[in-house]
């Protein structure tokens, strides 16, 4: 099944739309893991510890997507682990807790991975408990990290890791239930966890934190299926959830989180039945899920997923009236009303420039070309084509 791709296109007014694609790509040769953690920097992905049915791993591979090519790089000097978290700050990768199964051991250690020179530093532990199935994500040069469990406590306190100090700082609890293997993810500069379980209690409930405000606002749950181990990722500044399974039932649909409606979008499901417990992270304008498990076996298959908006669109938007100038050389004009954000993506389907909508979008450091408006607002999505030319 190497190389194969599955797409489901669907057509919104004049505008085309692809709900995504998935391609199957070769397998992770660090073998069959699952519970991993990840990160990326860059161009590339970063692969962490996990498990293969018998033994956990301190092994960290690096996933260049512009080669396709995996390189096996040092290992995490604090042990081989499962249910580790992982987030990005800058050029640094982190990775902290989790848990030895062998030996019985949680942990509440942080280690900083620095790819330029392949090396690892230990910084301030978690001022908590140790635990395993933890979410982690970063907001503007601040990590964060909270929930998960360990000798059967769940937890749903929530903490912030500050680079430039190497300090923790204890933040508002989350206000659903203790909970572990949720999921997380940053988009529009709000934390966001859902998912998980408690006690043999699974949950699709969701919430958003403002680290301005330090408060969580209750959000949409995702769709009508409760779920732990599902994977998260962003991509453009946008959230997708999916797989994840419940008691016994597993499950392979994909949504992507419309914060300006608070909705969930249904997109490509994945293409086999069942997805679960494995990991995600984002380079460029695809994520890559890696691993993980069904029912059985272990896996080490790796999936790339791209949400594939098309450019070839009609210049004016379903009722908004006219782009103008259009070919336009430094502003573009049009109906603000019932906007939130837009992005620009190019003839190839990369974005190229994101924002709120407040007014004229200038468009003066974008070279001659063709490109794609998308606009996001209360009245849903619409999108026109553009020329840049002077």
């Not at 070919?327 to 049009?334: E, G, I, K």
């Not at 001659?368 to 009245?379: I, K, M, N």
Request: glycine share 12%; net charge negative; charged share 15%.
């Amino acid at each position: 099944m190497r190389h194969s791709t599955l797409a489901l296109v669907s057509f919104l007014s004049v505008n085309l739309f692809a709900q995504g694609t998935w391609t199957q790509l070769d397998d992770h040769p660090g073998g069959q893991r699952y519970a991993q953690a990840a990160f990326s920097i860059g161009g590339k992905g970063y692969v962490c510890t996990g498990f293969n049915g018998s033994s956990n791993t301190d092994a960290l591979w690096e996933y260049d997507a512009a080669t396709a090519v995996w390189t096996q790089k040092a290992s995490l000097p604090g042990g081989a682990r499962q249910y580790a978290s992982a987030f990005a700050i800058g050029d640094t990768g982190y990775v902290m807790c989790g848990w030895d199964n062998v030996n019985d051991i949680d942990y509440n250690d942080l280690w900083a991975y620095y790819p330029e020179t392949d090396t690892w530093q230990q910084k301030a532990s978690l001022p908590a408990n140790p635990r395993n199935s933890g979410v982690a994500f970063s907001i503007d040069g601040i990590g964060y990290f909270g929930t998960g469990a360990a000798n059967a406590i769940w937890y749903n306190d929530f903490w912030a890791y500050d680079p430039t100090t190497d300090a923790w700082t204890q933040r508002a609890n989350l206000p659903g239930n203790a909970r572990r293997q949720a999921v997380g993810f940053a988009s529009g500069g709000l934390g966001y966890i859902g998912t998980g379980e408690s006690s043999g209690i699974r949950y699709r409930d969701f919430y958003a934190y403002d680290p301005l405000t330090n408060t969580w606002l209750q959000r949409a749950n995702l769709g009508t299926n409760n779920r732990r181990t599902a994977f998260a990722f962003t991509i453009n500044d946008q959230g997708y959830v999916g797989g994840g399974v419940d008691f016994v039932e597993n499950w392979n649909d994909f949504n992507r989180y419309d914060a300006v409606n608070n909705t969930w979008v249904p997109v490509a499901s994945f293409p086999l039945p069942v997805r679960r417990n494995g990991v995600s992270f984002t380079v460029a304008n695809s994520a890559y899920i890696v691993g993980g498990n069904g029912q059985s076996p272990i896996l080490d298959e790796v999936w790339r997923y791209s949400p594939d908006v098309s450019t070839s669109v009609a210049e004016v938007m379903r009722g908004d009236g006219t782009l103008y100038p259009n070919p336009t050389a430094d502003r573009l004009y049009f109906d603000t009303t019932g906007r939130g954000s837009y992005m620009i993506l190019n003839s190839t389907g990369s974005v190229v420039k994101t924002g709120g909508v407040r007014g004229p979008i200038d468009v003066a450091e974008l070279e001659r070309g063709v490109y794609l408006l998308v606009l996001d607002g209360s009245g849903g999505r619409n999108s026109a084509r553009f020329v840049v030319d002077r």
